[in-house]
């Protein structure tokens, strides 16, 4: 399977905190992980690298795309954008990590504004699955827990899930849908909340999990052949047919 991680990269870059915690950036902390599972091709592209590092054959040979961003959405040039928001419609699965629900890609196949609340106070947070038998799931207990964490709470403002897999509480009393899948032509699009950029989120080993898990799930399966979409109109019937 073919993965591409992709990572604003500008934090690492300019702040001594979160340089002490991902030394090689985001995208390389799950890339490195993602590398030891069996199957697993990972490449990482970034921002400032020409086409954001996605060129349209590199986008057309992955099978799941990861998206990390924060304070640069509105570098990512619209083409772009589109590009991996076609690449969904046509089947290729999107990933999109905690500030990433701010993301171009993201707003563009959603729909919404993508907005919810937070709070910075490094407080604890409990994931709990509300679907055992989800396989994004697979491996996880009734809940885990990030020691550390950023807030998000409700509302979150994106349209009702197909798929949902965890919501998250907070210490302050707070609830958010932290996992939740929608379906976008033939491709899938998850939101997995988890990984501020000053703390190790993307070392612990349920995050990774689930970030393994989504990956399998998104990715490449038999779908049915579904052709004709947006061609010429369907023969005529006569009265008589279908009797
Ligand atoms: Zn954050």
């Known amino acids: 399977m073919k993965i591409t991680v992709w990572n604003e990269f500008r934090h690492e870059r300019t702040d001594e905190a979160v340089r002490a915690v991902y030394p090689h950036g985001i995208h390389r902390a799950i890339a490195d992980h993602l590398a ?3 199957g697993f091709e990972p490449a990482t592209a970034t ?3 020409p086409e954001h590092g996605l060129p349209q054959a590199l986008i057309d040979s992955t099978d799941v795309l990861l998206w990390w961003g924060h304070i640069a959405h509105g570098e990512v040039s619209d083409e772009v954008a589109e590009r991996v928001q076609s690449a969904v419609h046509r089947g290729m699965g999107l990933i ?3 500030s990433a629900h701010y993301s171009k890609p993201l707003k563009r196949l959603l729909g919404t504004s993508c907005g919810l609340s937070w709070r910075e106070d490094d407080l604890h947070e409990r994931l709990w699955v509300v679907d055992p038998t989800h396989p994004i799931a697979a491996g996880v207990d009734r809940y885990f827990e990030i020691p550390k964490t950023e807030m998000y709470g409700e509302f979150f403002d994106v349209p009702c899930p197909d798929e949902l897999v965890f919501i998250s509480w907070f210490a302050g009393g707070e609830v958010f849908r932290s996992g939740m899948v929608w379906k976008r032509g033939r491709g899938r699009v998850f939101y997995f909340r988890p990984g ?3 703390l190790p989120i993307y070392y612990q080993p349920e995050v990774l999990r689930v970030i393994v898990n989504a990956c399998r799930y998104l990715g490449p399966r038999d779908t049915a052949t579904v052709t004709g979409i947006g061609a010429a109109p369907q023969a005529k019937v006569s009265p008589e047919a279908g009797r």
Do not use: K
């Open 96 to 98: 999109a990590l905690h």
């Open 196 to 198: 501020h950029e000053t």
């Open 36 to 38: 030891s599972i069996e």
């Open 47 to 49: 921002l400032d690298e």
